[in-house]
């Protein structure tokens, strides 16, 4: 028996989606940095020192070839199993006769561990070279906890994702794709709004910002960028890293503001507000809303074209399943599932570019601060020994934030149009 998919239907939502998302990241997304001045970064070697520059390249390169290597080895293995009939043999054998619903959670687990043990080496390497550098002083126990947690999130959310298209497409063969988009578009807000009350928890404890000084200067900011906040949290970060950092996460409700401890610890109080204007200014721009409303649109995007190729000769044949309501497909599912998140790994950085380089010219605005703008970029990237001008390939799939050059010169080119 085949079951197939309304094929006109699948391409419908699929060219709607996509020109949807084209238009509204074309509208929504401030594509111009800085309202169109040009950028013009000044050289690493200008404001860096020569030992900064030769730290900072050398361990860059040596992150870049363990987390490539490892990111290529992930998407090779995963093709490997879920574009050849190893990965559908693998389900049928280790299944046996458990019900499909059990057996998929099951195959979905195997799957993520196969992956990270045979990436595990990669990762121990680039967290021998992180101590050695100094970037963290996190004990092995703690970066195992650490790994096997991440590894618990992404199974609940692989086997979510991969229960809900094989049951809905046991139910309904051929517009199964168009309910899943639909459920997902809901599941894509519901994770934003709750992954920092259900999953951030798991990672890190958080405290209230200590009232004093400090915190009175962060809300007398947040009133200045006309920006409601709920909360301002204190992550304890130092617990794994020694870099500095803040973000926004949630939506509505649960949308807070976390502030590393370390930023806290090791900025000056400047400098520390140069980067809490920055995460209001997410805020006052909805970004993390703006943000999930593309990515849902992307999933939709992604659902469909997922949907046309499960139902292509070619990719059954060569997976050795029916389809997708055949539980076996769990391996193929997951393979294309991980390669699309390869493919749009450079567009969704590019949106988030844009959104952090607006988030820094409103930042640099709010405070009038260039000074402290500069020194904590500055201090930031030499914390993170980031590699102030990385490979082009890099910047392009990894990249979600403007190198420092870049940061600098935007803070040069708001200093130029604010007189
Ligand atoms: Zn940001």
């Known amino acids: 028996m085949e079951a197939r998919i309304d094929r006109r239907g699948a ?56 987390s490539w290597t490892s990111y290529l080895v992930t998407l090779v293995l995963s093709l490997a199993l879920g574009l050849t009939r190893v990965g559908s043999a693998l389900f049928r054998r280790v ?47 703690g970066y195992l906890t650490d790994l096997a947690l991440s590894l618990l999130v992404s199974w609940a959310l692989l086997s979510v994702l991969l229960l809900l298209f094989i049951g809905v497409a046991r139910r309904s063969p051929r517009w199964w794709f168009a309910w899943c988009a639909a459920v997902l578009v809901g599941f894509t807000f519901f994770v934003s709004l709750l992954y920092p009350v259900l999953v951030e928890p798991l990672f890190n404890d958080f405290e209230q910002l200590p009232d004093g000084p400090f915190e009175e200067a962060v809300l007398a900011l947040a009133e200045e960028e006309g920006v409601a906040v709920r909360e301002v949290l204190v992550s304890d970060a130092s617990r794994r890293t020694t870099t500095l950092n803040a973000y926004v996460s949630g939506l509505g409700g649960t949308r807070r503001i976390v502030l590393y401890d370390n930023l806290l610890a090791d900025a000056t109080p400047e400098e520390a507000l140069s980067v809490v204007a920055h995460e209001l200014a997410h805020a006052r721009h909805r970004d993390v809303f703006l943000g999930t409303g593309l990515g849902a649109l992307g999933v939709v995007v992604g659902v469909a074209a997922l949907a046309l190729l499960l139902d292509s000769g070619w990719v059954r044949r060569r997976a050795g ?56 970029q500055l201090r930031l990237a030499e914390r993170s020994l980031a590699d102030p001008t990385p490979p082009l390939v890099g910047y392009v799939w990894f990249s979600s934030h403007p190198t420092v050059l870049q940061r600098l010169a935007i803070a040069d080119a708001v200093e130029r149009s604010g007189g």
């Open 321 to 376: 399943v029916r389809g997708a309501a055949d539980p076996a497909a769990a391996a193929v599912i997951a393979a294309l599932v991980s390669l699309g998140g390869v493919v749009s790994s450079p567009a969704q950085n590019a949106v988030s570019r844009a959104i952090e380089a607006r988030a820094d010219v409103t930042a640099l605005e709010a405070t009038d601060d260039t000074e402290a703008f500069r020194s904590v």
């Open 11 to 66: 391409w419908l939502v699929l060219s709607g989606a996509t020109v949807l998302l084209v238009v509204l990241a074309a509208v929504m997304v401030p594509w111009s940095w800085v309202g169109g001045a040009t950028l013009d970064p000044p050289a690493a070697g200008d404001v860096f020192s020569r030992d900064q520059l030769e730290k900072a390249e050398s361990h860059a390169a040596a992150l870049r070839a363990l």
């Open 95 to 141: 299944t046996g006769r458990l019900p499909w619903w059990l057996a998929v959670p099951w195959v979905a687990l195997l799957l993520l561990v196969l992956g990270r043990l045979v990436t595990l080496p990669l990762s121990l390497l680039a967290r021998r070279r992180n101590l050695e550098d100094g970037l963290t002083n996190q004990g092995l126990a």
